[in-house]
């Protein structure tokens, strides 16, 4: 089925850094949602975003819903050891659709 | 916030039998659920949308007779898996929202491995 683009795949980064993952599309998204998932979890829900152009933050996350309705950017500052797992994007397109990204996992070196 | 329940969270079980899994949304009433399949190192798979007193909406591709959906109230959901084999093993996630619009944001169970011997 159809499937965002979500980069990079995978992110090894030291402990203290920033991090940052987008998700782009060929078509137009009504929203972007980004999910957090943990091994042997269930996805969590981080962010939602729901108009063009919206900034969103919660705690160290910041997610933004992209002006042209075709991308979306998650940020994560100061990473911490907690943070490591899979980091999914998804999105409603114009047919209501869930969309999901393939995921970027998150590898934090001590 | 919104809690939604999955059980089991394991199960093993011999090829030929069937394996039923429950979804409840603990603190909110959900007229729609979906259930997805997740197979190791790959985003969620969409199998199907269970709704609230009717038939479910299955994906194409995903057996219906196989992949037993019953949305018998407003906070539960069941997946039955019938006459398992071992390529039905995988991560099987239910996710519900509070609303039936998308400006309402799934939240997930914690999912169900199921491992069929």
């Known amino acids: 089925g159809q499937q965002l683009n979500q980069s990079p795949q995978s992110m090894f980064i030291q402990e203290g850094e920033d991090v940052s993952m987008n998700c782009t599309s060929s078509?137009?998204?009504?929203?972007w949602l980004w999910y957090k998932q943990d091994p042997g979890e269930g996805p969590v829900l981080l962010i939602a975003?729901?108009?063009a152009g919206e900034l969103t933050s919660n705690g160290r996350l910041t997610a933004q819903f992209g002006i042209t309705r075709k991308d979306s950017f998650l940020n994560i500052s100061a990473s911490i050891p907690s943070d490591v797992g899979i980091y999914f994007c998804?999105?409603?397109?114009?047919?209501?659709?869930?969309?999901w990204g393939a995921g970027t996992k998150l590898i934090i070196k001590p | 916030g919104a809690v939604v329940s999955q059980h089991p969270s394991r199960v093993i079980c011999k090829s030929g039998t069937s394996v039923k899994i429950e979804c409840r949304s603990l603190?909110?009433?959900?007229?729609?659920m979906f259930w997805y399949r997740q197979f190791p190192k790959q985003s969620l798979m969409l199998m199907a949308t269970?709704?609230?007193?009717?038939?479910?909406?299955?994906e194409q591709g995903v057996e219906k007779d196989k992949f037993l959906i019953n949305h018998a109230s407003l906070t539960l959901s069941t997946l039955t898996v019938t006459s398992a084999h071992p390529e039905d093993s995988s991560f099987y996630i239910c996710?519900?929202?509070?609303?039936?619009?998308?400006?309402?944001?799934?939240?997930f169970g914690n999912g169900t491995r199921l491992t069929v011997t």
């Open positions: 996710s519900a929202g509070r609303d039936r619009g998308y400006n309402s944001p799934l939240h």
């Open positions: 603190d909110f009433q959900a007229t729609t």
């Open positions: 269970s709704n609230e007193g009717s038939k479910a909406t299955y």
């Open positions: 078509s137009i998204f009504n929203t």
């Open positions: 975003l729901y108009k």
């Open positions: 998804a999105g409603h397109d114009s047919n209501y659709q869930l969309i």
